[in-house]
C-alpha cells in the first residue's frame, strides 16, 4: 500500500519505509516485496528456528565493514576477497580466516595431519628443527616413498633431504665430505668405480 511518491507501508509492521528498504519481486504490482528488509529478515530467521536450523546471530557493523563469521571480529572491506557472484561483491571470509582455512586443509589433505597433531610433533621435538636444531619447525617432512610422515623440519633441511634424494647412502657420502674425508673412487672395471670404505 503507498503513502506517498517514495515510501511505502510494510504489511507486518505497518511502518512507511522508504522504497529502497523493500527487495525486488517482479510478482507484485509495484515490483517491490510486501514487507520491508528488516521484517524479511526476521520472518525468515523465525523459519529457520522453527525447522530446528542454525540461524546467525545478527550483529551491527559499521559502515565499510563486514563480519567475519569464523572469529566473530568486523573488518573493513580491504581484508576481504572479491566474489564477483556474491550480491555483496565479497567473499564470505577474510583474507585472514581464509589463509588459515587453506594451511589446515593443505596440512590434511597433503599429510593426513590436523593442525593440533602436528603441533604436537613439534612439542615432542621440543620445538625444534630435528636437523638443524633451530627453533621453530614449520614445515612437515614425509617420505615420499611411503608417504607417512617423519617429522617438522625448516624449509632448507626439508628441502636438502629431497635434493639428496632421500637415500641414506648418499647423506652419509655428503656428511665424508663435509668433515674433510675426500673419496676417491676406485677403478675395479671399465666404467665400475669401488668407494673406498
Request: net charge positive; with cysteine; glycine share 8%.
Amino acid at each position: 500500500m503507498e503513502s506517498e511518491e517514495g515510501a511505502k507501508r510494510c504489511s507486518r509492521c505497518r511502518q512507511h519505509e522508504p522504497r529502497a528498504a523493500f527487495a525486488q519481486n517482479k510478482a507484485m504490482r509495484d515490483g517491490l516485496q510486501s514487507c520491508c528488509g528488516e521484517c524479511a529478515a526476521a520472518c525468515h530467521q523465525q523459519r529457520r528456528i522453527a525447522k530446528g536450523r542454525k540461524v546467525r546471530p545478527r550483529v551491527d557493523v559499521p559502515d565499510g565493514h563486514e563480519l567475519r563469521r569464523t572469529c566473530g571480529e568486523a573488518e573493513p572491506w580491504s581484508e576481504w576477497h572479491r566474489n564477483a557472484t556474491a550480491p555483496d561483491g565479497l567473499s564470505t571470509r577474510c583474507e585472514l580466516c581464509r589463509a588459515a582455512e587453506g594451511r589446515a586443509s593443505q596440512l590434511k589433505r597433503n599429510y593426513g595431519l590436523t593442525e593440533a597433531e602436528r603441533d604436537a610433533m613439534v612439542a615432542t621435538q621440543r620445538g625444534l628443527r630435528v636437523i638443524c636444531l633451530d627453533a621453530p619447525a614449520t614445515h612437515v617432512d614425509h617420505c615420499r616413498k611411503t608417504g607417512r610422515v617423519r617429522g617438522v623440519l625448516c624449509f632448507n633441511c626439508n628441502s636438502a633431504l629431497g635434493k639428496l634424494r632421500e637415500d641414506p647412502d648418499v647423506g652419509r657420502r655428503a656428511v665424508a665430505y663435509l668433515e674433510g674425508n675426500s673419496w676417491k673412487p676406485i677403478l675395479v672395471a671399465p666404467g665400475v668405480y669401488q668407494l673406498p670404505s
